[in-house]
């Protein structure tokens, strides 16, 4: 026994070897390398109490094509220059987590999908394509995984790597998940240099798994993987999660929400871009959380043209100010390129009034994606027809209609609005004052 207590350099549970390949254990327990990169990558070595590919024979299954979850495969079809506002899905059957997913949105390396699962899983899954980013809008329960169970409510990111065995053990109650792929690469934290990586929020808010829950079971066990649209079933006589140990840093995680914290401005308004919390290979992912009001700059989104993104938004709770009372939670806005949005017409014309409220009691989670991207059949059935006219006052309201006298009274107002001052600057010297 040392004098002292000292960390290692990587993250480890339960018993592992002195080092990875090494060491009198590996003669005693099975590793199982989890390598990305061609082995180059991120990496973490589970030790098993079984050998890891000790599947029946003869058991093995290519699942039928479409049977396994059809709604993830739904048809894919351009988006077009329209806007969508998509109802809250309502499943048809009970389903667990992937026999239930559907897809909504996609480009060639990141995916949007949802879920309403009812059902437990009594399989496991790996995904052998995609790493998957879950948000948990409503509902809770345990994701079982080979490094140890991650406990998950509302509000909570998920992150699982791809190809780690999982499954999900739903608490009581409705479940809704809006779940990301990532086709290409992991997701990474979003932190620009001039604001650190605190802001907006610090890997010391992941939460990685650290309570092994090792299972000495026989039986026959099922587990599913998925390649693109093709599923597999496979049959192992023991139990998946005979896991002594790890070491690594290739690991599922949950973020919760309330641990984000944003960046505001006083005095400028912050672009989406600086809500951003993970950054994906053609897509990334923000969080527009409760925050104070900016005082002195436009503190409603100003009209904007995405022009190589894709904007989707799901309402998880709140208010969503700036939406003018269109959405209620687990909805979710699709806005294609180019095709121009911003305030609806009650919250511009709130902010034209000075009625600026103290703080934004919103929740959202934005995902965009690189174009060109796609949107399902699926989708399109939850589609509100009446989106687009949504923002018809800007059409018909007289404050915002077309007057022969615009014109003269917007270059009066520039004459006399030419010297104003931000209240908030700095005091003018005292040579200055007065002027
Ligand atoms: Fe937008």
Redesign the pocket.
């Given at each position: 026994m040392d004098k002292y207590e000292y960390f290692t350099g990587i993250p480890e549970v339960g018993i592992v070897p002195r080092a990875p390949h090494a060491g009198p254990l590996l003669r005693h327990v099975y590793e199982q390398e989890h390598g990305r990169g061609g082995f180059s990558g991120k990496v973490s070595h589970t030790y098993h109490l079984y050998p890891p590919n000790n599947w029946l024979p003869d058991e093995t299954r290519q699942l039928p094509a479409g049977a396994f979850a059809p709604d993830w495969d739904s048809p894919m079809q351009p988006l077009g220059g329209i806007h969508h506002a998509l109802e809250v899905m309502a499943p048809t059957a009970p389903r667990d987590v992937y026999r239930g997913m559907a897809r909504l949105v996609a480009n060639a390396t990141a995916a949007m999908n949802v879920t309403a699962p009812r059902l437990s899983m009594d399989y496991f899954f790996e995904h052998h394509s995609a790493t998957l980013v879950y948000f948990i809008h409503r509902g809770g329960g345990t994701l079982e995984t080979t490094f140890g169970p991650v406990a998950y409510r509302a509000g909570d990111f998920l992150v699982v790597p791809k190809g780690i065995t999982h499954r999900f053990e739903l608490a009581a109650g409705s479940q809704y998940y809006w779940v990301y792929e990532s086709l290409t690469g992991d997701p990474e934290k979003a932190e620009a240099p001039t604001t650190g990586q605190f802001i907006p929020h610090s890997r010391s808010d992941y939460r990685f798994p650290r309570s092994l829950d090792t299972r000495n079971e026989a039986g026959r066990f099922e587990i599913v993987s998925k390649v693109g649209g093709a599923y597999t079933r496979r049959v192992h006589p023991t139990h998946p999660f005979d896991v002594v140990g790890w070491r690594g840093t290739y690991l599922p995680y949950r973020l919760a929400v309330e641990d984000v914290r944003p960046l505001v401005a006083d005095r400028s308004h912050v672009p989406?871009s600086g809500h951003t919390v993970f950054i994906l290979p053609g897509c990334y992912l923000c969080v527009f959380t409760v925050r104070s009001v900016e005082k002195e700059g436009m503190w409603v989104?100003f009209f904007?043209k995405?022009l190589d993104y894709v904007?989707t938004i799901g309402y998880h709770a709140g208010e969503f100010f700036s939406r003018g009372g269109v959405f209620r939670a687990g909805m979710v806005s699709v806005?294609p390129v180019g095709l121009p949005?911003?305030p609806h017409p009650p919250a511009l014309s709130a902010f034209l009034d000075g009625r600026r409220p103290e703080t934004f009691d919103e929740v959202g989670i934005m995902a965009d994606f690189a174009t060109p991207a796609e949107i399902s059949e699926l989708a399109l059935r939850l589609s509100r027809p009446d989106y687009m006219a949504s923002w018809a006052a800007y059409a018909s309201d007289p404050r915002f209609r077309f007057a022969e006298t615009r014109l003269r009274e917007v270059r009066h107002l520039a004459d006399r609005l030419a010297q104003e001052r931000d209240g908030l600057r700095p005091i003018p010297p005292d040579h200055e004052r007065g002027q």
């Open positions: 989406p989104p904007h995405n904007e806005h949005h911003g």
